[in-house]
């Protein structure tokens, strides 16, 4: 009984590892650092609550988890595009975006993890032609690319959170312009910067003529003002004060008498 019982022990033991080492392969799964997982089952799909972080999972042999980048990812686009006035433009913009973890089982749902292809690149290429088609080619030649670049976050943010995608930024690239249209922009631009200065300096040569009017008529009107002050008396007030103050150098020896008009004359000794 004892031998029989041992082999019995033995057997099961054998049975239970190489079950173990067939199926072991299917007990655990890794979600990779930098990702998210959904678990997926062979009979009921995916999990519609089920998130695993990155990190060794233990699954059943029927289960297995699909793993998504939800890291920050960049795409460049390029989108051609028509201008409020009918001219086609060329716009070179980087999508910054990411999947949102804790929406993964939604996301996935009967899409094969191509995200990318069926959300972001498609609302991406509409949100540029939208922006684009606001402005003519004027407006978009001189409207700064930061203004730009939040409208078309404004709709493109809110268009793939719907399709549980986050958008982090939007950066244009470039813009291109047909040649003719840029070198006529640029030309028009160049004609009014010269327009302006040419004003600019027209308005300070106006002003400065004005200061010096201005300053004219002051000198006027106070010449007239003292000479409609200066009597003979004044005059000869000055005079006499005049003399005085030199009279107090001390290298001078004064000998004052006085002249036709009465007014002191100074001799040096």
């Known amino acids: 009984m004892r031998t029989g019982s041992l ?102 749902a009967g899409l094969n993890a191509d995200y ?49 995608i986050m958008v982090d930024k939007v950066i244009i690239q470039e813009i291109t312009l047909p040649k003719s249209i840029s070198d006529a922009i640029e030309q028009k631009l160049q004609q009014e910067q010269e327009s302006q200065e040419y004003e600019f300096k027209l308005k300070k040569a106006e002003l400065e003529a004005q200061r010096l009017l201005i300053e004219a008529d002051g000198l006027a009107a106070y010449n007239k003002s003292l000479s409609a002050n200066l009597t003979d008396n004044v005059l000869k007030f000055k005079g006499i004060e005049a003399t005085l103050e030199l009279a107090k150098s001390p290298n001078t020896k004064i000998i004052v008498i006085g002249d036709k008009d009465g007014l002191p004359v100074i001799l040096n000794d």
Not at 142 to 159: R, V, Y
């Open 7 to 108: 082999y019995r022990t033995i057997f099961t033991l054998a049975i239970v590892v190489l079950l173990v080492w067939v199926f072991s392969n299917k007990l655990f799964d890794r979600v990779p650092t930098g990702h998210h997982g959904v678990l997926n089952s062979n009979f009921t799909g995916l999990s519609k609550t089920r998130v695993y972080e990155p990190g060794l999972r233990m699954i059943l042999p029927w289960t297995n988890i699909i793993c998504i980048d939800t890291r920050k990812q960049g795409d460049n686009l390029i989108v051609n595009a028509n201008t409020k006035n009918g001219l086609s433009v060329k716009c070179n913009i980087n999508v910054q975006f990411r999947p949102i973890p804790e929406k993964l089982p939604q996301l996935l």
């Open 116 to 164: 990318k292809n069926l959300f972001v690149k498609p609302e991406a290429r509409g949100a540029v032609s939208s922006i684009i088609s606001r402005y003519t080619a004027d407006e978009l030649y001189s409207t700064n690319k930061e203004a730009l670049q939040k409208q078309m976050m404004d709709l493109l943010g809110p268009a793939l959170k719907e399709h549980f």
